[in-house]
């Protein structure tokens, strides 16, 4: 619980997260030149958006999602460390394949375990953008809440703002899927 969040490899049911590493530059360049994921994580420069994950700021732990031996996407947690507002945030992103095969819910709850139990945590978050349903249904499969809408909160790949939904997760709350 102590000390800067590090990702350490951790197994899902069928999810293994592996720490990102310089070595998973390409195979997360793929993910973040899959069309279906620019849409809601835009990376104008994806190999320079997978270097920016395999390095993260010591606020941040970054794990690769790999399926079957074969690298599928990427998902992050990020510490708030203030102590009063202590919790953290989650965010992924899965390449077409292996969207839509209760993937992400299997991601995402392995992080959150992690996050309430390894690094003691209370309140987890997530924000989608309001319009993607099938994120929120899938965070909400896990346990999360909707809170509200966070108008204008995120710029699209069309350079205009869309609303988020912030969801949170209280300790207790986790779903077994
Ligand atoms: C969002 C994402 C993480 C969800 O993970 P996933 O493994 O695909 O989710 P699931 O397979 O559990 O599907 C979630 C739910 O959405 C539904 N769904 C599937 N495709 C859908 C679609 N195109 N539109 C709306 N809902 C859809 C599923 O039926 C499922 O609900 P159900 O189990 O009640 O039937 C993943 O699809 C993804 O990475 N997408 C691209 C990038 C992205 O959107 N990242 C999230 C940014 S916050």
Known sequence: MSGPIQAEPLAGTRVRLIPAAVEHVPALAAVFSDATVGRWWPAADPVAEARDHVEPEADRAVWVVEVDGAIVGIIQASEETEPDYRHAGIDLALVAAAQGRGLGPDAVRTVARWL???RGHHRITIDPAAANTRA?????KVGFRPVGAMREYVRGPDGTWHDGLLMDLLRGELGDG
């Open 116 to 118: 309430f139990e390894v």
């Open 136 to 140: 929120v249904r899938a965070y909400a």
